[in-house]
C-alpha cells in the first residue's frame, strides 16, 4: 500500500525556519514526482513546491525564494526546508504523489508561525 507521512511541523517565531520531512512507501521512489501542499481551516489547498523525478523544481509564488524542495532517492523521503517563516505561512503542509492519474496524500503536519 502506498503510504506518505509528513514530519518536521511545529512551533516557530516569524523569521524562523523549519524542514518539513515527507517519508514514503509502497511506491518507486526515484520514478515519482513530489509536491508539498498547504491549507488553512476554511480555504482551500494550495500548492506549494514540487521536484520532479530528475530534481527539476516548481514553486508558488508566495515562496519566493524562501523554501527549497529536495529529495533522498536512498531514504525514500522528500523534504521542504523554509525559511524566513511568516504568520501567513500557517497551515497543514501535506505531501503528495502521483500513481498512474491517482494522488496519493499524506495526512499533513502542522506548522504554526508566530508573530
Known amino acids: 500500500q502506498v503510504h506518505l507521512v509528513e514530519s518536521g511541523g511545529g512551533l516557530v517565531q516569524s523569521g524562523g525556519a523549519l524542514r518539513l520531512s515527507c517519508a514514503t512507501s509502497g511506491i518507486r521512489f526515484s520514478l515519482a514526482h513530489m509536491n508539498w501542499y498547504r491549507q488553512v481551516p476554511g480555504k482551500q489547498r494550495e500548492f506549494v513546491a514540487r521536484i520532479t523525478s530528475n530534481g527539476t523544481t516548481s514553486y508558488a509564488g508566495f515562496v519566493k525564494g524562501r523554501f527549497t524542495i529536495s529529495r533522498d532517492n536512498t531514504r525514500n523521503t522528500a523534504q521542504l526546508q523554509m525559511n524566513l517563516l511568516e504568520p501567513e505561512d500557517t497551515a497543514v503542509y501535506y505531501c503528495?504523489?502521483?500513481?498512474?492519474?491517482?494522488?496519493?496524500w499524506g495526512r499533513g503536519t502542522l506548522v504554526t508561525v508566530s508573530s
Open positions: 503528495k504523489t502521483n500513481l498512474k492519474g491517482r494522488d496519493f
